[in-house]
């Protein structure tokens, strides 16, 4: 079992029969079934399904919300699938970020101030990490409107600001939960184009969940998951964006 | 630090409710130290009233009608005593007169002692209505209900008939005011050697010594040491005389205790409730805020931060009014003063800030149990 801080050897996430069952006895139901897949370091794909089908509740394993009832979830080599509550909290913030298809602002905060928050959350000094959260900003389009109140944003500025804040611990993932759902399509678009960026340009992995087939074309590997079961796990060679 | 931050930002933007709660502590606390001076400073008075010029302990002979043989030891037993206030140390002789004026006729009580002592405990300087208080041969002092009903000023003279049958005339030096209707109109005081000369004792001989001591509860305690201490005396002590008085006292205390305790719990479940409106308020945030990473820990020291911020501002805004009650009951016509004791006001301020800590422990505990995946997806 290795430190999943540790150098990475190009796998980022394991999951071996990840299975999670509610409930008991008869009224037992088994919303994801035996799940195995493996995520490389950087990578860029898409986690298509009906709602219902167990996407969320897979995604919420990953994201070491909840915790596997059967299986094996590794991250970076290290076994998570037991961890305690308080070790999964502490991964969550170094390992993950998260962006959901509400943009679940602080609305007692200011955008810098809800960015900052999961560096704050891991204990570091604002003044620390104030210039990589401006930059971050920077990088998402919202220079300015660091002093704003996040109530005062439009909806793709808050997605925006939502992303901005996932991406400040520098996470190793990013799982996004249908994260254009609430957007139009110009904003759906350029949420899109910032993942890809910041994929390319951070190397930070990313895991869409979605059941718009055409965000999940437009990634580079796209799992298929029904009545809880991964039905499909397919390379997206057009998914890649042309380069020059 | 960030749990307190977040806990002062949500104070801060909801400033409304932050107020209400913050006042309802103010007005607890405000309550508690009011009623708790009030209820000190008026047994304080009572106390003083009762007991403040009067002797404490006295040391008598073991029957009434004999004399007490005072020596040179006894006296320094009494006197050297740590616990007494200096100087309040008095060997006394009393007799009865009868004042006769026409048709009106009174019986006194004459007080024969050293001036200095008897003015140590029964504060006839301080309580002169009119004239300049002396004891010397033929000087008399009387009280003021006395000296109304006979028409009685400084100066003028009074024949008493006394219990051997003499009858003498006496001149009135002053007019004390003894705090109660009966002793201003039966007790007088005289100089030591009149009684003396109507009892046929001898010099060395008195009633009683009187003393008053620093702290009179201490009198129990003083009265069993000088039981042991000096051989062939009776010694007597106020408390166990006025029994009635300190058991009215002590049923006073606790239900003064009782209307604080209510009071308190009050505030708290007042703080309880709002506070878990709060949390309930807040699960959203809390939710978010353990997605991303936050410990349980973290997440429930948001509400104690809260609770203290509240119980703080609350504890210095209720002692502040608390304070503005007592000046403004300074005006009240009452008999006493109201003084409000500073380690009293202390504990009042210690007790709100911890029963407002207290009252955060049940949203503490919901905000630990909030589960981000259901915040996250209920959208």
Redesign the interface.
């Known amino acids: 079992m290795g430190d999943a801080r540790s150098a990475p050897d190009g796998v980022l996430v394991e999951a071996e029969a990840l299975t999670r069952v509610y409930g008991e006895g008869e009224t037992a139901t088994v919303a994801v079934d035996g799940a195995t897949f493996s995520v490389a370091e950087g990578e860029f794909l898409a986690l298509i399904g009906q709602s219902g089908s167990g996407k ?1 509740t897979l995604l ?1 394993m990953l ?1 070491l ?2 915790t596997p009832t059967r299986g094996t979830l590794r991250y970076r080599g290290q076994d998570v699938s037991g961890m305690d ?2 070790k999964r ?6 390992l993950i970020g ?1 962006v ?3 943009h ?1 602002l ?4 200011t955008v810098l101030e809800n960015v900052l ?2 560096a ?3 204990g570091s000094h604002a003044a620390d990490v104030r210039e990589r959260a401006l930059e971050t900003l920077e990088l998402l389009g919202l220079s300015g409107l660091e002093g704003k109140n996040a109530n005062q944003l439009s909806g793709g500025q808050k997605q925006r600001v939502a992303i901005a ?1 996932a991406l400040l611990n520098r996470p190793a993932i990013v799982l996004a ?1 249908e994260p254009t759902g609430n957007l139009d399509t110009a904003n759906t678009e350029a949420v899109y184009d910032l993942f890809r960026t910041i994929n390319r340009e951070l190397g930070t992995a990313f895991l869409i969940v979605t059941h718009d087939r055409t965000v999940a074309q437009r990634t580079d590997r796209i799992i298929e998951i029904r009545d809880g079961r991964i039905v499909g796990d397919v390379k997206n060679e057009f998914g890649r964006p042309a380069r020059d | 630090m960030l749990p307190l931050k977040i806990a002062l930002r949500f104070l801060r933007t909801s400033p409304v409710q932050s107020a209400l709660i913050a006042t309802g502590i103010a007005v607890g606390i405000a309550t508690q130290v009011f009623v708790g001076s009030l209820i000190t400073s008026l047994q304080a008075s009572l106390v003083e009233q009762t007991i403040g010029s009067t002797p404490h302990v006295i040391v008598r002979a073991p029957d009434e009608a004999e004399p007490l043989k005072v020596t040179a030891a006894m006296l320094s037993v009494v006197q050297t005593d740590p616990r007494v206030e200096p100087g309040a140390v008095v060997p006394v002789r009393v007799t009865n007169a009868l004042l006769t004026d026409g048709e009106d006729s009174a019986t006194l009580a004459l007080k024969g002692g050293d001036l200095g002592g008897l003015d140590a405990i029964y504060r006839l300087r301080e309580r002169t209505v009119a004239g300049t208080v002396r004891l010397g041969k033929g000087d008399v002092v009387i009280g003021t209900t006395l000296a109304e009903k006979f028409s009685l000023a400084p100066g003028d003279s009074v024949a008493l008939t006394l219990p051997d049958g003499s009858r003498r005339t006496l001149r009135v030096t002053a007019v004390v005011d003894l705090g109660a209707e009966a002793a201003n109109e039966r007790q007088a005081f005289v100089d030591a050697d009149l009684p003396r000369s109507v009892l046929g004792w001898r010099s060395g001989e008195f009633a009683a010594i009187e003393a008053q001591i620093l702290d009179p509860f201490d009198s129990t305690a003083v009265a069993t040491d000088w039981r042991s201490r000096l051989r062939g005396v009776r010694v007597v002590e106020w408390q166990e005389q006025n029994a009635d008085l300190l058991t009215a006292l002590q049923s006073q205390a606790s239900s003064s205790y009782m209307i604080q305790a209510f009071v308190l719990i009050a505030v708290a479940l007042g703080i309880a409730s709002t506070l878990a409106i709060s949390a309930v308020q807040k699960t959203r945030q809390i939710g978010i805020l353990k997605a991303m990473g936050m410990s349980d820990a973290q997440a429930s020291r948001i509400f104690l931060w809260q609770a203290a911020a509240l119980g703080l501002a609350g504890t210095a805004g209720g002692v502040a009014l608390g304070y503005a009650l007592l000046w403004g009951f300074s005006f009240a016509p009452v008999q006493f003063s109201i003084r409000p004791e500073p380690s009293f006001i202390a504990l009042s301020a210690s007790i709100g800030v911890a029963v407002s800590m207290a009252s955060s422990i049940i949203p503490a505990r919901r905000t630990s149990r909030v589960d981000p995946i259901e915040v996250i997806q209920g959208g």
């Open positions: 969320s919420n994201g919300l909840d509550k308080l909290a502490l991964l969550r913030n170094e998260f959901f298809q509400f679940h602080l609305p007692e905060f928050m999961p704050l959350i891991a804040r939960d």
